[in-house]
């Protein structure tokens, strides 16, 4: 997903907020990976807003998607020229209100903004200690990702997160969360997302990382100090931004409108807006991300099979796992994460007698919905959060199988929410 979509501004926010670091293990007492392979220390590059409440049960964990970051609201200083990437979403007033709850939000381990990765210093005793991990980082799962947040959640003194919420591969963190630690969560919003991916996503993600590892400027990944590969991760993103749209939404912002001229250039030149849209797109990505993080961080998406990490195939054992209340969001013109695998979880889930509320939302930007205005969104999330506090607060955290619709669902069709 696009993470950061320009010239969304909702107006004062929380305000400016600060990145912060925690760290925990070394080298003789390390995170044993799923892979087997051991890391450490690890570093987790994190963020908050708003107040932990005494009872310390107000949190709201946000997880990013595949390039986004801890950055997920506010500004870091006063001439900061863009907020973070969900700030419409998170912040006073707003659906998830930083007036009530305390939102946090980090860097998925294996990523580039602050949290140990590919780019960070491999404390290897060789000859390639106090330069770049690169490719020897070790392989890191969703599960990884969300065992270290669980650390951070420990950091932060929370027993338990009054929710966790993400899109797209955040989604799948969420999903996570809610089966390998079922007694810390309350409540999970997964949106836009899958509980594996299809062999169309694994196949859009190869092509790009094959972009990636193509560029002679990658060197196997150890181009820190001979220059980035800057091409191949430009035209990796590319590739991205097309599974990020609807054939709607990019047929109404370029249809097959020429670049500042009127007539074909027969060379290949950018003569579509498309195709200069594509290449802007690629060539702001490259001065923000790290090729070998992005190799990373999609095979750790690729990997991502809850039924088979938790259910042993089955989705519905799965799910059985778990405790919390789910709302489930799905849009009708994402055709990365389409809404027959939300429907699927939501199957598995009712299965186990959970509390579920299914949206699918008529929306038709595509798979970045989720990051755009929607007020039907707004509401959802906010109403459904503001009931899960209010049943926590009445101390029926722990009731499970309520088989609710909740959130204030209309009835079941295509593009409304449905009860299951």
């Known amino acids: 997903m696009s993470e950061y979509i ?51 049960d107000n949190a709201v964990l946000v997880c990013h998607a595949l390039t986004g970051d801890s950055h997920v609201a506010g500004r870091y200083h006063q001439d900061d020229p863009k907020p973070g990437w969900w700030d419409i979403m998170v912040g006073p007033g707003r659906p998830i209100d930083t007036d009530k709850y305390f939102v946090i939000c980090s860097n998925v381990l294996g990523g580039c903004m602050g949290s140990t990765g ?33 650390r951070l959640i420990d950091h932060l003194g929370i027993e338990r997160l009054l929710a966790v919420a993400g899109g797209s591969v955040g989604g799948m963190q969420v999903l996570e969360w809610s089966v390998r630690y079922p007694e810390r969560v309350c409540a999970a919003l997964p949106l836009a997302t899958t509980s594996k991916h299809s062999a169309q996503a694994i196949a859009f993600n190869e092509v790009a990382r094959q972009a990636i590892m193509a560029d002679p400027a990658w060197m196997g990944g150890d181009y820190h100090a001979t220059g980035r590969p800057e091409h191949g991760l430009a035209v990796a993103r590319m590739i991205g931004h097309i599974t990020y749209l609807s054939d709607q939404s990019m047929r109404d912002k370029f249809d097959r409108r020429l670049q500042d001229r009127c007539e074909l250039s027969f060379d290949f030149e950018a003569d579509f807006q498309v195709e200069s849209y594509l290449r802007y797109q690629g060539n702001k990505f490259v001065n923000r991300f790290d090729a070998n993080s992005f190799l990373y961080l999609t095979k750790a998406a690729d990997y991502f099979n809850l039924e088979n990490q938790h259910g042993d195939g089955s989705l519905v054992a ?49 798979h970045d919905a989720f990051l755009l205005p929607n007020a039907r969104l707004d509401a959802l999330i906010s109403g459904f959060l503001g009931r899960v506090k209010e049943q926590c607060a009445a101390g029926e955290c722990d009731a499970v199988g309520t088989g609710g619709t909740g959130a204030g669902c209309a009835p079941a069709g295509t593009g409304g929410c449905h009860a299951l």
């Open 318 to 366: 799965a799910f059985a796992k778990a405790r919390c209340r789910y709302l489930v969001v799905s849009f009708t013109s994402d055709w990365l994460y389409p809404t027959y695998q939300s429907r699927d979880m939501v199957k598995a889930m009712k299965k186990n007698g959970l509390d579920v509320s299914f949206c699918e939302i008529e929306a038709p930007w595509g």
């Open 118 to 150: 590919p780019t960070s210093l491999d404390p290897a005793e060789d000859s390639r200690q106090g330069t770049p991990y690169g490719t020897r980082f070790p392989v890191v799962t969703i599960g990884d990702m969300v065992r270290c947040q669980r």
């Open 6 to 56: 320009d010239d969304l501004d909702a107006g004062p926010g929380v305000g400016l907020v600060e990145k912060r670091f925690f760290s925990f293990g070394s080298a003789d007492e390390p995170l044993v990976l799923e892979s087997g392979r051991s890391l450490g220390p690890v570093t987790l590059a994190f963020e908050t807003c708003g107040t932990l409440n005494e009872a310390r």
